[in-house]
Nanobody, 119 residues
């Protein structure tokens, strides 16, 4: 089992920055991919950024490319998301997720951290 705990959310003005963190514990050696998702009220959950735990290869949603950066400190088992130039429409609950060996979906999820971007 893997446990994920997010932190770093909060209220920020449009154009501002926030850094989210996700502390992973438990069977972290079983993790292949980690990702950040977000879900705004009334909308479907969407993937924001993904990182391969072994190769450190990354992928981003088109809407956040060039503004968000995902990173992983394997020694500390901490996933981060640096978010710059935030927009009001990016107000959402942000979730950390992990996919373990043999899983076809993200099978571990954190409880989420709220990000609110004001006008």
């Amino acid at each position: 089992e893997v446990q994920l705990v997010e932190s770093g959310g909060g209220l920020v003005q449009s154009g501002g920055s926030l850094r989210l963190s996700c502390a992973a514990s438990g069977a972290t050696d079983s993790i292949v991919y980690m990702a950040w998702f977000r879900q705004a009220p009334g909308k479907q959950r969407e993937v924001v950024a993904v990182i391969n735990r072994g190769t450190a290869g990354t992928g981003y949603a088109y809407s956040v490319k060039g503004r968000f950066t995902i990173s992983l400190d394997n020694a500390k088992n901490t996933l981060s998301l640096q978010m710059n130039s935030l927009k009001p429409e990016e107000t959402a609950m942000y979730y950390c997720a992990a996919q373990s060996y043999g899983a076809s979906v993200y099978n571990y999820w954190g409880q989420g951290t709220q990000v609110t971007v004001s006008e």
